[in-house]
C-alpha cells in the first residue's frame, strides 16, 4: 500500500509564498508522474502543476510563472513552490502520483489534501 501525505497549507496574505510537500510512503518501487491539483469551495478539481520522472514539466495557464513544481526522488516527495499568490489560489490542494509498487503493479494515488486560504 502506499501513502501520499501533504503538508506546508496554511493563510497567506495576497502576493506572499508558501510550500507546500506531498512525500509518499510504503511499497514503492518507483514514481512516475507526480502532480498537484487543486479544489475550490464550490468548483470542480482542477489541474495545476505536474513533474514527469524526467523532470519535465507543465503548468495550468492560471499559475504559470507563479508556481513551481519540483521533485526530490530519493525521498518520493514532490514539493510546490507558490509565490505572488492570489485570493483566486485558496483551494484545497491534492497530491497525485502514478506509482508502481513493489509488485511492479502501477496506479495512481491521491493524498488527502491540504487548504491553502488566501486572505488578508
Known amino acids: 500500500q502506499v501513502q501520499l501525505v501533504e503538508s506546508g497549507g496554511g493563510l497567506v496574505q495576497p502576493g506572499g509564498s508558501l510550500r507546500l510537500s506531498c512525500a509518499a510512503s510504503?511499497?514503492?518501487?518507483?514514481?512516475?508522474?507526480m502532480g498537484w491539483y487543486r479544489q475550490a469551495p464550490g468548483k470542480e478539481r482542477e489541474f495545476v502543476a505536474r513533474?514527469?520522472?524526467?523532470?519535465?514539466?507543465t503548468y495550468a495557464d492560471s499559475v504559470k510563472g507563479r508556481f513551481t513544481i519540483s521533485r526530490d526522488n530519493a525521498r518520493n516527495t514532490v514539493y510546490l513552490q507558490m509565490n505572488s499568490v492570489k485570493p483566486e489560489d485558496t483551494a484545497v490542494y491534492y497530491c497525485?502520483?502514478?506509482?508502481?509498487?513493489?509488485?511492479?503493479?502501477?496506479?495512481?494515488?491521491w493524498g488527502q489534501g491540504t487548504l491553502v486560504t488566501v486572505s488578508s
Open positions: 510504503g511499497s514503492i518501487f518507483s514514481m512516475n508522474a
Open positions: 513533474t514527469d520522472s524526467g523532470g519535465h514539466t
Open positions: 497525485n502520483a502514478a506509482v508502481i509498487n513493489t509488485a511492479r503493479s502501477q496506479f495512481e494515488v
